[in-house]
Nanobody
Framework: QVHLVESGGGLVQPGGSLRLSCAAS????????MGWYRQVPGKERELVAVITGVVSTNYGDSVKGRFTMSRDNAKNTVYLQMDSLKPEDTAVYYC????????WGQGTQVTVSS
């Protein structure tokens, strides 16, 4: 079992920044994939970013150049630095961990509004 705890969501004005964190605990394998999806009510879940290994990252087209994902393996934690936020970034952001099985966090709300 793997338990994920997300933090860092909140309300921010357009153009602002937020940093999300996702801490994993439990039966963690050193070789794994972690990432972020987001979801707006009535829409499909959208890939935001994924990291495999230490530096191999991929981003959804809508966030490329604005969001940066990183990880600290010593802390089993991944981060999502979100800059130049737009109202359309408003969503619940979910962290996931994958090693044979996928685990999800509870989600954290990000609201971009003036």
């Amino acid at each position: 079992q793997v338990h994920l705890v997300e933090s860092g969501g909140g309300l921010v004005q357009p153009g602002g920044s937020l940093r999300l964190s996702c801490a994993a605990s439990g039966n963690i394998f050193s070789v794994n994939t972690m990432g972020w999806y987001r979801q707006v009510p009535g829409k499909e879940r959208e890939l935001v970013a994924v990291i495999t290994g230490v530096v191999s990252t991929n981003y959804g087209d809508s966030v490329k150049g604005r969001f940066t994902m990183s990880r600290d393996n010593a802390k089993n934690t991944v981060y999502l630095q979100m800059d130049s936020l737009k109202p359309e970034d408003t969503a619940v952001y979910y962290c996931y961990y994958r090693h044979l099985v996928t685990y999800w966090g509870q989600g954290t709300q990000v609201t971009v509004s003036s």
